[in-house]
């Protein structure tokens, strides 16, 4: 297991290094991550923005009733 990660519930799920709340990945695209925290709130995190066009549409596909806070800067994960 990697430097910051945790084993909750037989999930990987990893801390950033900006927010004390774990996070577990939902999905990559290439460098952007598609991420659920502790309060069920999901977030777009890093990746080039083609990637970020890639991942919100998966989102708007196969996870429609979700709002992603897409706030995190590209490339920052």
Same mark, same amino acid.
């Given at each position: ?27 990559? $695209? ?9 309060? #069920?709130? &999901?977030?777009?995190?890093? #990746?080039?923005?083609?990637?970020? &066009?890639?991942?919100?549409? $998966? &989102?708007?596909? $196969?996870?429609?009733? &979700? ?7 590209? #490339?920052?994960?």
């Amino acid at each position: 297991m990697s430097r910051g990660a945790c084993q909750d519930a037989g999930m990987k799920t990893e801390k950033t290094s900006c927010r004390s709340h774990r996070v577990s990945t939902i999905a990559r $695209f290439g460098a952007a991550h598609l991420c659920s925290d502790e309060r #069920g709130r &999901v977030h777009l995190r890093g #990746g080039s923005n083609e990637e970020r &066009v890639e991942a919100l549409e $998966f &989102v708007s596909l $196969f996870l429609h009733e &979700v709002a992603v806070d897409t706030n995190s800067r590209p #490339g920052v994960n």
